[in-house]
C-alpha cells in the first residue's frame, strides 16, 4: 500500500536555527508532491507543492522542498526559522491520476523564541 | 474569492446518537469536495470525495456516510455513531478538472463520541 513517512514527529529549534522535515513516500509511479502547514488556531493551508519541472520548489514564507526521484523524498526546508513558523507540517502524495491524497502523520515544530 | 464553511465547530455526541455535519463552499460553482478524519499523530485520512452533485465516491469502509444535495454542499452523515467515530473532520475542495490540484481546506469539526 502507498504510504507517506514523516520521520520526526515533533522537533524543536531556536530561532535563526536552520529547519528541514523529512518526507519520503512509497510509490514506484509518477507522483505529485506536497507540503501543507497548520498554524494554531488556522486552517490547513498548502505551503509549496511539486508536479513536475524543476524539482526544488520554492513556497511561501522563505520554504522550499527538494524532490528527490532516486530517493522517493521531498524534505522541507527553511534556512532560517522565525517564532512564527511554530505550526504542525504535513507531506502528502497523490500518485498520477489519482484524487486520493495520501498523507503523512505530521510533524509539529516549536520554535523557541 | 472563495470561502469554504464548517459546521459545528465542535460536537459531542452519545454512543448510538445520528450525526450530520455539514460542508459549504462559497464563490465556486462544481468544486470537488472531500471529507477527511484527522486522528492525533497519523495525519489526515480520505473518507470520501465527490465531483458533482450526486456523485459519491468512498474510500475506507466505516459506519460514516456522505450526501452531496446541491452543487457546493457536503454532507457527513451517521445513523449511530461509534466511540471510535471521534476524532477532527476536515471537508475541503479543489478545482473541478484541474489535477493534479490544491485542496483547500475548511476550519474543521471537532467530533467527540461519549
Known amino acids: 500500500a502507498q504510504s507517506v513517512s514523516q520521520h520526526n514527529h515533533h522537533v524543536i529549534l531556536s530561532e535563526a536555527a536552520s529547519l528541514e522535515l523529512g518526507c519520503n513516500y512509497s510509490?514506484?509511479?509518477?507522483?505529485?508532491l506536497f507540503w501543507y502547514v497548520q498554524y494554531p488556531g488556522q486552517h490547513l493551508q498548502l505551503l509549496l507543492k511539486?508536479?513536475?519541472?524543476d524539482p526544488l520548489v520554492k513556497g511561501i514564507k522563505g520554504f522550499e522542498a527538494e524532490f528527490i526521484k532516486s530517493k522517493f523524498s521531498f524534505n522541507l526546508r527553511k534556512p532560517s526559522v522565525q517564532w512564527s513558523d511554530t505550526a504542525e507540517y504535513f507531506c502528502?502524495?497523490?500518485?498520477?491520476?489519482?484524487?486520493?491524497?495520501?498523507w503523512g502523520a505530521g510533524t509539529k515544530l516549536i520554535i523557541k523564541p | 474569492s472563495q470561502t469554504i464553511h464548517q459546521w459545528p465547530a465542535t460536537l459531542v455526541q452519545p454512543v448510538g446518537s445520528p450525526l450530520s455535519l455539514e460542508c459549504t463552499v462559497e464563490?465556486?460553482?462544481?468544486?470537488?469536495l472531500y471529507w477527511y478524519r484527522q486522528a492525533a499523530g497519523r495525519g489526515l485520512q480520505l473518507l470520501f470525495y465527490?465531483?458533482?452533485?450526486?456523485?459519491i465516491s468512498s474510500e475506507v469502509p466505516q459506519n460514516l456516510s456522505a450526501s452531496r444535495p446541491q452543487d457546493r454542499q457536503f454532507i457527513l452523515s451517521s445513523k449511530k455513531l461509534l466511540l471510535s467515530d471521534s476524532g477532527f473532520y476536515l471537508c475541503?475542495?479543489?478545482?473541478?478538472?484541474?489535477?493534479?490540484?490544491?485542496?483547500?481546506f475548511g476550519p474543521g469539526t471537532r467530533l467527540t463520541v461519549l
Open positions: 475541503a475542495w479543489s478545482v473541478p478538472g484541474a489535477f493534479p490540484d490544491t485542496q483547500y
Open positions: 464563490g465556486t460553482s462544481n468544486p470537488n
Open positions: 465527490s465531483v458533482g452533485i450526486g456523485q
Open positions: 510509490y514506484g509511479g509518477t507522483v505529485n
Open positions: 511539486y508536479f513536475s519541472g
Open positions: 502528502a502524495v497523490t500518485p498520477d491520476s489519482n484524487y486520493q491524497l495520501i
